[in-house]
């Protein structure tokens, strides 16, 4: 008979960590802070507070190291969290390497993905402040989702715009979206200013993230019982993403074992800041060895590509001004199927950690990830998001060359909503792109152009 072998690590739910973990406490260098497009001062508390509770704002801003998770957002965490750990013995089988591969699994939440994680808190938190609606904007529409079920929880309304182009392309969302209780919109759409705008230009714009942000500050800028709600980003958002680090790290105590290579894939970088930044912690206060890599689209690369400086978090220039990797705050991505990874900029502490060399970057192009989204279905049961599987891409091809003694895999998402991403890649139908460095550069100076004079 076979030795029993450790497949999947469960924490019970008393072991599920109470606190989150502030990265901004250890840096080794702090991150340009965010300023006021207006003033070129740094932004202050009352500049955000149209928008946010104080609590999100502090927790914004925060210098402590951890930040206690409260009771009344613990006991809807429970709902799915602690997230298992798993040995990915069947993809180790098929790749025939030695290296031994975990992943973090957040596809079990309400909504299949990791954003659940940072949805319930700022729900939580605006309900507190006496709020009673959150706008927001979503991309394939896993934001959307996680925002909905976070409402709904607290009694809260959800009001959504989605990105045109999934709107049209991925109806099931929307579905989910209603059956939980939200209000979508395509965008652009006639109801924001900023919407009009667009439309005027191009009545048949397909949207983009930005657009959508736009309109949803739009709308709560201007409505004294709404807030607005980011779902990436932002570093209280990372913040409340760190519990998935949190538990990963006792979990690889019961395991026995320790992660050489940390692997996430990045869109505004929340996953992979939730999955690796308690792994920093470790290199840097107990000399851990640990190498962590973000992995972004080929066709939205703002780590790899991208230019490192002060752009808007959104395209009508609403938010404040965020040092990070952008393509310019008007950048209109290819439609790939991984529409949670198609947004212009990146957290501006995940770019930090790019830019000071904690981190490493690299893209890749949509059919190799969904080659490594396939295989690892058939070998490990689950169908991953198309975000996630340019994490799995990677791992697979450090796998294969053994370049590593064990990678952990930041897997965020489940992509059953995303069958028609698969049936196209099934039917051959996918095609890859990439961009020229130079004609990245030329459209992110342009857009750079259309900056307000930061005063010095
Ligand atoms: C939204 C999303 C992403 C990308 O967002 P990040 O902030 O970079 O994490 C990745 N994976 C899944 C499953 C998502 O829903």
Known sequence: MAEPRARKVVLTEDEMPTRW???????????????????????????????????????????????????????VYRLWRPSPLIRAYGLERVLGTKTRIYYKYEGAS????????????????????????????????????????????????????QVRASYDGKPYRKVMIETLGGVIHPSP???????????????????????????????????????????????????????????????????????????????????????????????????????????????????????????FGDTAGMTPLMKMHTLGHDFIPDPIH??????????????????????EAVAKTQRECFDAGVLFARAEGIIPAPESTHAIAEAVRAAKAEEHGSILIGLSGHGLIDLGAYQAYLAGELTDHTWADDELKKSVADALTRLPAIPA
């Open 189 to 311: 759409s006639t109801l924001t200013a900023s919407g009009r705008a667009i439309l005027e230009q191009d009545p048949h714009s397909t949207g983009s993230l930005g657009i959508a942000i736009s309109e949803a500050v739009e709308v709560a800028a201007q409505s004294p019982d709404a807030n607005y709600a980011l779902g990436s980003v932002l570093n209280h958002v990372m913040l409340h993403q760190t519990i998935i680090g949190e538990e990963a790290l006792l979990q690889f105590e019961h395991f026995e074992d320790w992660p050489d290579l940390v692997v996430g894939c990045a869109g505004g970088g929340s996953n992979l800041a939730g999955l690796t930044f308690p792994f920093f912690r470790e290199r840097w206060l107990n000399n851990r060895k640990v190498v962590i890599r973000g992995v972004e689209p080929a066709s939205c690369p703002s780590l790899t590509q991208g230019t490192y400086a002060y752009d």
């Open 21 to 75: 973990y502030n990265i901004l406490h250890d840096l080794p260098t702090p991150p340009p802070p965010p300023l006021h497009p207006g003033t070129g001062q740094p932004v202050g508390p009352e500049d955000l507070a149209p928008l946010f509770p104080m609590d999100l704002i502090l927790q914004e801003v925060s210098g402590e190291q951890y930040i206690d998770i409260p009771e009344e957002v613990l006991d």
């Open 338 to 359: 991984a529409g949670g990874l198609r947004y212009h900029g990146m957290s501006p502490l995940v770019s930090h950690l790019y830019e000071t060399k904690e981190m």
């Open 110 to 161: 309400p909504a299949g993905s990791h954003k659940p994680n940072t949805a319930v808190p700022q729900a939580y938190y605006n309900k507190k402040a006496g709020i009673t609606k959150l706008t927001t904007e979503t991309g394939a529409g896993q934001w959307g989702t996680a925002l909905s079920f976070a409402c709904a929880q607290f009694g809260m309304t959800c009001e959504i715009w």
